[in-house]
């Protein structure tokens, strides 16, 4: 049955998204009757039309939309149930359990673990990476000794920790034929080239996503600089959306931190209205009773990596 719930939520997602059965038959690698016959046969169980195919493009019904979201919901609380059962499996008093973002790990793992590696050499380490309300739920049940958020998913009887700053703006390739008439002269991730929102509303954006939709922090980014992309293309990794904005693929909102993290041979073009990166505060989150001697530790590493960013 999960097996079953995810295939239709990845289908039916992708259909949402490309509004056309060709279109989501190639993505998803099958024939467009294939993918007919599946949204036929899912609409006869459900007893209900998830799409209004009479219109053109095709549009989700209120049904659909329902159905998508309730999917969601189940498929995260599966994945919270299947962490929770692994992490009654260790023994606390050898593990530190962590929960950190899907691409936030992979910018400052390695260094802060490596340094905990040192100070607690029997330490078992397990990561849990999720959203951040998630991540703040499994704090407030024991289930993590300490969450890094990036936003401030607050639970009130939970303390926090102010641990740093990242710093991000938009990339583009050095190159990109829009931006070659403007002085890129000292251009770099702590100066981007001060851009007019009228270059950037011309650009294929990458984003990151949640399902087949917009992350919250990237609706808010749209919806505060008033940007209004001509295409936007959803990369669930942000490597990979640094990797072909450097390639002129389209324009990416990323931590500044992939500059030095990814080698590539293209040259980055940062870019942000103002020419000042955005700044993003990062939290640790302990459960009730407050951080260990390892969780502290670890907070510790984290904050000292961001300041020597």
């Not at 095709?58 to 994945?79: C, F, K, M, V």
């Not at 929770?84 to 910018?107: F, V, Y």
Request: charged share 25%.
């Amino acid at each position: 049955m999960a097996r079953r719930n995810t295939d239709a939520l990845y289908y039916v997602s992708v259909l949402a998204e490309e509004q056309n059965l060709t279109r989501a038959a190639e993505r998803l690698y099958i024939t467009q009757p294939a993918l007919t016959a599946y949204l036929n046969r899912l609409e006869a169980e459900l007893g209900v039309r998830l799409f209004d195919r009479s219109l053109s493009p095709i549009r989700l019904t209120e049904a659909g939309r329902y159905y998508i979201a309730e999917l969601r919901r189940i498929e995260d609380q599966r994945n919270r149930l299947m962490e929770d059962l692994r992490s009654l499996e260790q023994d606390s008093h050898e593990t530190l359990r962590i929960g950190i973002g899907r691409n936030r790990g992979a910018l400052w793992l390695p260094q802060v673990l490596e340094g905990l590696r040192s100070a607690y050499p029997g330490l078992r380490v397990q990561l849990f990476e999720d959203r951040d309300i998630n991540m703040s739920e499994h704090t407030a049940r024991g289930m993590l000794h300490v969450a890094v958020l990036e936003t401030f998913a607050y639970i009130g009887h939970l303390p926090y920790e102010q641990i740093g700053e990242e710093r991000q703006c938009f990339v583009t390739g050095y190159d990109n034929p829009s931006f070659m008439a403007l002085d890129r002269t000292g251009n770099s991730p702590e100066t981007p080239l001060d851009v007019d929102i009228t270059l950037l509303n011309r650009q294929p954006f990458l984003c990151p996503g949640v399902g087949a939709a917009l992350n919250e922090y990237t609706q808010w980014l749209f919806a505060n600089y008033r940007l209004n992309p001509r295409d936007i293309t959803l990369v669930a990794n942000n490597v990979t959306a640094y990797e072909l904005a450097l390639r002129n693929f389209g324009c990416a909102f990323l931590c500044t931190r992939y500059a030095s993290l990814v080698r590539t041979e293209e040259r980055p073009l940062f870019l942000m209205p103002g020419g000042a990166p955005v700044t993003r505060r990062l939290y640790a989150v302990y459960p009730p009773a407050g951080p260990g001697p390892a969780a502290a530790a670890f907070a510790r590493g984290l904050g000292e990596a961001l300041k020597a960013r």
